[in-house]
């Protein structure tokens, strides 16, 4: 008979991956997407920095254009939010096809596997189809028009710009350019290239008449920098703009393909995920239909595709150069959008990120950190001018946030005054999974040192002794007042995080030192009289009050104050709390992927996965699976991928633990990739519940503490990175 450890030790040099089923990664459609719609219906593609949102009409086709730094602004002292930056629409690309209506066989997709979209139907008696990609290394978004007969193709294209600027056709290229009130210079250029027939220019318009494909080319940009000491802005676009283009025409369409390919691949492919067999007739469904069904259970591999578009969002916003992910990621159809589609300091943005370490897109994390420091110097004079942050001493160190942010320096709404350390905790996370020293000491330890030496200039001591954050407020709920359970818990995970931080670069010793005695003067998290972790020092908590922040949980996650282990009568407690907030009412969207991320850490799986289902409803996610917030928000997106990365692998407690939140919805089933603290890359098998093989590999071989099927073992990693 095998022991249970015997197995395991076979389990670390028997795993295959030829164990893995293919996951369904195609998100498809009956119909191209209601132009009203756009937001919830269109299929976004996107390059980091360049997006499109494909509708899939058919006599008339329209892809909506961003550029991720067209952006309104200024540096606003003022910090009123009504005059912050806004992000803008580039404008659109629209393709006539005259009498395509009366196609049949209609059928539009985005397969996640090769973030391509297409469009595909069948019109007297000819195949067409099209295809869209943003490619990164190429800095162009590529359309494809192609039909199974010669000189098909006949109708005209049109570029829009959603600010009015100067319109030039030329040839086979259409140009637009301008520059917004804050003078920041934009330009879009299209080209087309037409295999057979004809292509002209006309009116402003191109027209194209028989031809047998169609290949069009558009790049874009703006004038935008980050870099503070530039004003935010660089060179004027059109020279760059050109370049790209002039060098994406050069290559054939496949080259360009395959370039897309192989760079996109590179990431995506880092994370397998087979959560269960759907049946055949339901995973047969288009998207929307299916979706419906989905929020009631019962489709694993629905839920598998949800967490890997977050993947594919990320890759798809994200990219080292870019800007980070907006409330609505990279996709905007609206010069006047909710929220100004900003920066959102008291959950989205950071929710954006959850994703980004757990699920193996590391390098993604990092326009969040390039965009952080090209605001410092803004956001520490904003802090200086502050009433709020003033010292007896006259000086103010450090810098502080307001609930809302650009790309211009520009903050708006009332302070969040504890979003800079939340900040930091993404800085140190990405030291904790990568173990990436050099970040650590150039880029990461001078903001966490300034943000606690505000904090020490900040925090205010009760006549007992205890330190507390001043007059703050627990995001969006209760009164401001002094020791917020959210404010708290953020300076805690600040103070750990900087003193771990000093310990491994084995600097400024005295300091941390003095760091470690603030953090344990902090008035720490309290027990209610309903066995409720307090949102307020006042023991005031309404059981009745389903807010959708979950603020004071922070400690739970994404924080570490508490765990089931170490802390169980606070985890208890937050249990209770989490209870309460329940999952009605004012409940939505980005809330269940937080809840989901929480009765993770929890350790409830079954409480977890219902939160799944709870996105997965009409009011919480659209056609597209977009995170439904009118329009729509993609923070829930990203979110949803961090909480099933904390259903499957844990790695803030000093362990690896496998599996530590399973649902019976999910009862056999693979993950292979993801990402744990200490840079370590794991997979899992697992069967009626259990675990049955893994994998532990790092670039190093190390020895780690592993939870597997309730039993801790020291595992030796193997040599390698993701498998
Ligand atoms: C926070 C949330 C809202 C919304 C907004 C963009 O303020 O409370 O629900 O997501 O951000």
């Known amino acids: 008979m095998i022991t249970r450890t015997k197995l395991f030790l076979f389990a670390l040099t028997g795993f295959s991956s030829a164990a893995l089923a293919a996951a369904d ?16 219906e269109a299929l976004p593609v996107g390059n980091g920095r360049i997006g499109g949102l494909v509708l899939g009409g058919l006599s008339t086709e329209r892809v909506v254009l961003n550029e991720d730094s067209l952006w309104t602004g200024d540096e606003n002292p003022s910090g009123n939010y009504e005059t912050m930056g806004a ?7 629209v393709i006539h096809l005259p009498g395509h209506d009366a196609a049949t066989g209609y059928h539009r997709e985005l397969e996640l596997a090769d973030a391509v979209a297409a469009v595909s139907y069948q019109f007297e008696g000819v195949h067409y189809r099209r295809e869209y990609f943003c490619s990164q290394p190429a ?50 250029q299209l080209l087309a290239l037409n295999e057979g027939g004809s292509l002209q220019e006309s009116g402003g318009k191109l027209e194209f008449k028989g031809c047998n494909s169609l290949t069009l080319l558009l790049a874009a940009g703006t004038d935008y920098v980050m870099d503070y000491a530039k004003k935010y802005r660089g060179e004027p676009p059109h020279a760059r703009v050109t370049r790209q283009l002039d060098a994406a025409a050069a290559k054939s369409c496949d080259a360009l393909k395959a370039g897309h390919l192989k760079d996109y691949q590179l990431l995506f492919n880092r994370v397998s995920l087979d959560l269960g067999q759907t049946p055949t007739e339901r995973a047969g469904q288009p998207t929307d239909k299916r979706k419906v069904e989905a929020a009631k259970g019962g489709d694993p591999g629905l839920e598998a595709l949800l967490f890997q578009y977050g993947r594919y969002l990320l ?7 870019s800007l980070p992910a907006n409330l609505q990621g990279l996709w905007n159809d609206s010069n006047n959008p909710p929220w100004h589609c900003d920066y959102h300091a008291n959950i989205n943005v950071q929710m954006n990120y959850w994703p980004a370490e757990p699920a193996n897109l590391s390098e993604c994390h990092l326009p969040f950190f390039d965009l952080l420091c090209s605001q410092l110097e803004s956001w520490r004079k904003a802090t200086q001018a502050a009433r709020e942050f003033r010292t007896p001493s006259g000086k103010t160190r450090g810098f502080a946030l307001r609930t809302s942010h650009g790309i211009h320096g520009d903050m708006g709404w009332k302070w969040d005054k504890t979003a800079n350390a939340w900040y ?28 606690c030496q505000f904090w020490q200039d900040h925090l205010k001591e009760l006549p007992d002794g205890r330190l507390v954050v001043p007059m703050a407020w627990s995001p969006e709920h209760g009164p401001t007042e002094d020791g917020v359970s959210y404010s708290q818990q953020i300076i805690w995970d600040l103070f750990a995080n900087y003193v771990e931080a000093s310990e491994t670069l084995k600097l400024d010793k005295d300091y941390r030192a003095r760091i470690a005695s603030l953090q344990e003067k902090l008035a720490g998290p309290k027990i209610g009289k309903r066995g409720q972790l307090q949102e307020w020092m006042t023991d005031r908590d309404d059981p009745n009050d389903h807010h959708r922040h979950t603020s004071h949980l922070f400690a739970v996650y994404p924080g570490r104050q508490i765990n089931i282990a170490q802390t169980p009568e ?19 969207e980005w809330s269940f992927a937080w809840r989901t991320a929480l009765w993770a850490r929890l350790r409830d799986g079954e409480t977890a996965h219902r939160q799944i289902l709870h996105l997965l409803a009409d009011r919480n996610t659209c056609p597209n699976l977009f995170g439904l917030h009118p329009p729509m928000q993609m923070d829930g997106n990203f979110g949803i991928t961090a909480g099933m990365c904390e259903m499957l692998l844990q790695s803030h407690a000093g362990e690896l633990a496998l599996l530590p939140a399973l649902p019976s919805a999910w009862p056999a089933g693979s993950v292979k990739g993801l990402h744990a603290r200490g840079n370590f890359t794991v997979d899992i098998n697992w069967k009626d519940g259990k675990v049955t093989q893994y994998r532990i590999a790092s670039p190093q071989p190390g020895t780690v503490d592993v939870r597997v099927n309730g039993e801790v073992k020291s595992v030796k990693s193997q040599r390698g990175e993701a498998s």
């Open 570 to 588: 606070l985890a208890e407690a937050a249990k209770k709390s989490l209870e309460a907030r329940g999952d009605t009412g004012d409940v939505r």
């Open 25 to 40: 990664l195609t998100l498809w459609y009956e119909h191209p997407a209601k132009p009203e719609a756009c937001m919830n």
């Open 424 to 451: 930091c905790l993404h800085l140190w996370e990405h030291y904790a999974f990568t173990s990436d020293r050099h970040y650590l000491e150039k880029v990461a330890y001078p903001i966490l040192k300034e943000t």
């Open 139 to 188: 800095q162009v978004l590529v359309v494809r028009l192609t039909a199974d007969k010669l000189g098909a193709y006949t109708g005209s294209l049109e570029l829009n710009d959603s600010h009015q600027g100067k319109l030039l056709a030329v040839k086979n290229r259409l140009t637009f350019s301008g520059a917004l009130d804050n003078q920041l210079q934009y330009e879009a």
């Open 87 to 93: 992000y803008q629409v580039l404008g659109d690309l």
């Open 315 to 321: 890759i798809s916003c994200s990219r080292p150069g």
